[in-house]
């Protein structure tokens, strides 16, 4: 455990793919905290109020750079282009409310994920978890309705 959490933030251009239209461009901000060391968070901006936020494991994105990876709502693949700099990802993520298809450039989400790991590298994670603050988190009063079961 460290005391003092560490974050990485990086914007990201991702492109939404639609079926019958050119992809639409999506300003991403992904972003990584040593205090959630096995998770990434790409916060959507839609331009229609509030971003949409989605957690994503770190190894999941990491693995997906390289072949097919997840099973669940979230999957990434790489799609190979003819040349590095060409090279893109594909994230495609499902939930009850809807389904989307993104593309992203690979070396970008790649740099962004070389810099997590040198924060906290690769089976170290556990080492930075507070279990103090998740319990206390756990444990606290409900705030959002002042109610508590």
Do not use: C
Not at 98 to 107: E, I, N, Q, S
């Amino acid at each position: 455990m460290r005391d003092q959490p560490m974050i990485i933030r990086e914007g990201a251009l991702f492109e939404l793919v639609t079926p019958d239209s050119p992809p639409v461009p999506v300003r991403v901000e992904l972003s990584y905290s040593s205090r959630d060391p096995y998770a990434v968070q790409a916060s959507f901006r839609t331009g229609q109020g509030s971003p949409v936020d989605w957690v994503f494991a770190r190894d999941l994105l990491a693995d997906g750079l390289l072949a097919p990876s997840g099973t669940g709502d979230v999957r990434v693949k790489p799609l190979l282009g003819g040349h590095p700099e060409s090279e893109r990802v594909e994230v495609e993520l499902a939930s009850p409310s809807g389904h989307a298809v993104f593309t992203t450039a690979a070396r970008p989400l790649a740099e962004f994920l070389d810099r997590t790991f040198e924060l906290v590298p690769a089976t170290s994670e556990y080492s930075w978890l507070d279990f103090d603050a998740a319990l206390d988190q756990l444990l606290a009063p409900n705030t959002s309705d002042g109610a508590r079961d």
